[in-house]
Structures are given as C-alpha cells and as structure tokens.
T-cell receptor, first 115, second 108 residues
C-alpha cells in the first residue's frame, strides 16, 4: 500500500496566523483528499485536491480559509488561514493510489492546536 | 443524504470475538471500509469489501456485508489488547463517508 507522509506532525499556533501542511505520497496517485477530524469526532472531508486546477470544496469549507495546492500527482498542501481556536483539529491527507478501484489510504495526520 | 451509523462503544473480554456493526444509506456505494485509529495515530486501513461481495476474511478479521439491509460488520477473532482502538466504518461511491467510530475496549 502507499506511504503517505505529512509534515508537520503537530504544531501549536497563535490565533490569526496561518499554517501550511504538506502531504507527499510515494507512489502514483489518482486522487488526493484533505480531511478534518475535530476532537472526539469522525472525519469530515474538506476538499478534493485536483492536480493543476482548483480544489473541489465540500459544503462549509471555502478556498479563502483552506487554500489547497496540488502542483503534481504525488504532492499537495493544505493551508489553514487566519486560525482561531475552533480550527484545533487533526488534519489528514488521503490518497487513492493505482487505479480508481483501489482503496483510500491516510497519512498519520497533523495535530493542530491554536492558542 | 448519505449517512453511516455505528454504535459508539463496545467492551469485549480478551480472547473473545468482537463484532462491530455498521449501517449505511447509500445503495450506490461501491466500496465499504473498516479503518482503525489508535490513540494519537492516523487512520489505518484494516480491510475493505466490494459491494458485490458478501464476505471477506483476512486472518483474524471477517467482514460480512448484507447489501439488502445495508449492513456491514467486522468480526475480530481472539481479541487482544492491541486491538483496543476506534474502528471507523466508511462507504465510498464518489467520495468516502465515515461513521462516528466505535471505541473498542478490551477487558482483562
């Protein structure tokens, strides 16, 4: 299965600042996604990262708050902008590698705390 | 809309079998997944089943799918302390929808 690496693994940030999370996959990727997992909750899809074009955002998530880049097939970034304590969550990168009929794998996540 | 439901907690004695149940609503789901999340870790794909299958077995894990009732279960045989985690059921058509997770607690 694919190895999905996220950086940083955790961070503590000040209110009003922004943080960019990187995601690198070690094999051919057909689809990449970003999820949020708030404390004690399940996973919520933020957006699908599209290679070479704007990400596709889910209801409740906007590009100004969560800009996403995907400059090539195996790398993506998620920025959490103008952070507030409500943004304290785990942010997870996910990918489908190989064909679209392959399962979806996850990175270990970035644990973000906003003071 | 699409929804995935699972019970929030399950306690099982070490050595017994654990059965975690899940129901879903999207009849067009093509894949159904079980993920494991240990404390402080990301999601580990445990196993998955295609919607045209009834059962899949992988060592101590058995997945049963009742497509008519939209019911999925995960059986863990000979439950061990290392199985203590949160187990997420998920369905996928064009995107994955997760349940809220079942926290499995192992009793000595």
């Amino acid at each position: 299965s694919a190895v999905i690496s996220q950086k940083p693994s955790r961070d503590i940030c000040q209110r009003g600042t922004s943080l960019t999370i990187q995601c690198q996959v070690d094999s051919q990727v057909t689809m990449m996604f970003w999820y949020r997992q708030q404390p004690g909750q399940s996973l919520t899809l933020i957006a699908t990262a599209n290679q070479g074009s704007e990400a596709t955002y889910e209801s409740g998530f906007v590009i100004d708050k969560f800009p996403i880049s995907r400059p090539n097939l195996t790398f993506s970034t998620l920025t959490v902008s103008n952070m507030s304590p409500e943004d304290s969550s785990i942010y997870l990168c996910s990918a489908v590698t190989g064909g679209s009929n392959q399962p979806q794998h996850f990175g270990d996540g970035t644990r973000l705390s906003i003071l | 809309g699409e929804d995935v439901e699972q019970s929030l907690f399950l306690s099982v004695r070490e050595g017994d079998s654990s059965v975690i149940n899940c129901t879903y609503t999207d009849s067009s789901s093509t894949y159904l997944y079980w993920y494991k999340q240990e404390p402080g870790a990301g999601l580990q794909l445990l196993t998955y089943i295609f919607s045209n299958m009834d059962m899949k077995q992988d060592q101590r894990l058995t997945v049963l799918l009742n497509k008519k009732d939209k019911h999925l279960s995960l059986r863990i045989a000979d439950t061990q302390t290392g199985d203590s985690a949160i187990y997420f059921c998920a369905e996928r058509d064009d995107k994955i929808i997760f349940g809220k997770g079942t926290r499995l607690h192992i009793l000595p």
